[in-house]
């Protein structure tokens, strides 16, 4: 059977916690995406408020529409053909929306788009498009939509045979630092203070609360061993006074693993103290010690600093994640 009209499809919308069911369909389709596309459609953050059904959650608004083919039940369409993904309240929330492959060039985008407009009315969102794909910057603009923030994707690599690549050495630590790894049960609420202080005023990052770290402690590819903290004292006067979490991305469909420089942070009282590269490099040497040869991480594109100390360090430009608003005009 050849699909019908898709404005038949039917467009199922959910505020808050999500059937582990149509969790397992948004799973589905954004492997698929991730597979054509070579970017992870959503982010780990939209995944696991999906996944928490957490009543301190932030606000969670998803669209699903599902395919029908002819003559059939709209009620019936099993085929998650496009997700759309709000986290967030206000003017600040943030959208997410992937067509399934199988199901592009047919407006799916525009048909979510669109029944996201009648649920939130004139109240508009903010927009990621990961990778920042020509549909979606066409989908964007039908919809008054501009780029506002450039995430980039920068890669370090090596060559297999590492003879004449010597990987990242480690630099001094400033005097009284030790750098050790995360204890889980221990080191929690340390560190959430301390990241919370080291991205004040980041969207995403400084906002984390407990259950945010606990679900990415629960999550198969979380070792402690590679989350590592800079600290100045010892037992009841120990202070954190920065972090390197690393991250591996296990080998999949014939891609080999990649190491992540996951998150860097520094706080307020030890800038100025060379901590940032010494973590940084800790960190990268962590997951070459481990047979890595490819080692990422995100950065915006405007912070000029990190973008300088991580060309020094040998990584380069590979991808670009692009945030897009309503045009205030």
Do not use: C
């Not at 395919?67 to 369409?77: N, S």
């Not at 198969?220 to 202070?239: I, K, N, T, Y």
């Amino acid at each position: 059977m050849s699909p019908t009209s898709i404005q038949n499809w039917p467009v199922h919308i959910l505020h808050g916690a999500v059937e582990p069911d149509v969790i397992a369909h948004i799973d589905d389709l954004a492997a698929a995406a991730m597979e054509q596309d070579g970017n992870p459609p959503l982010s780990e953050q939209t995944l696991i408020d999906l996944r928490s059904g957490d009543a301190d959650a932030p606000s969670l608004l998803t669209l699903t529409v599902f395919a029908v083919q002819d003559h059939a039940d709209p009620a019936t369409g099993t085929d998650l053909a496009g997700v759309a993904v709000v986290v967030g309240s206000g003017p600040e929330a943030v959208l997410e929306l992937v067509v399934h492959p199988n199901y592009r060039d047919q407006g799916v985008g525009a048909l979510l788009a669109s029944k996201l407009l009648d649920v939130r009315g004139s109240e508009g969102v903010h927009a990621w498009s990961h990778g920042n794909h020509e549909a979606a910057a066409e989908l964007a603009t039908q919809f008054g939509y501009v780029p506002v923030r450039e995430l980039w994707r920068m890669r370090l690599s090596r060559p297999k045979n590492t003879a004449d690549s010597a990987p990242v050495t480690p630099g001094p630590l400033p005097d009284g630092v030790r750098i050790r790894t995360f204890v889980p049960g221990t080191d929690e609420a340390a560190w959430l203070k301390a990241n919370g202080a080291a991205f004040a005023h980041h969207p995403e990052q400084g906002s984390m609360r407990l259950s945010d770290l606990h679900a990415r402690m629960a999550e198969d590819w979380f070792d402690p061993q590679g989350f590592l903290l800079a600290v100045r004292g010892d037992g009841s006067s120990e202070e954190l006074l920065g972090f390197h979490w690393t991250k591996v991305h296990a080998a999949s469909e014939g891609h080999p693993a990649v190491g992540e420089v996951y998150v860097v942070g520094v706080t307020p009282q030890a800038q100025g103290m060379g901590l940032g590269k010494a973590l940084t490099v800790a960190g990268i040497t962590h997951l070459q010690s481990l047979g890595l040869h490819a080692v990422m991480l995100y950065v915006d594109g405007d912070n000029s600093a990190a973008v300088a100390l991580y060309k020094k360090l040998g990584f380069t430009r590979w991808d670009t994640d692009v945030m897009y608003a309503p045009n205030p005009k």
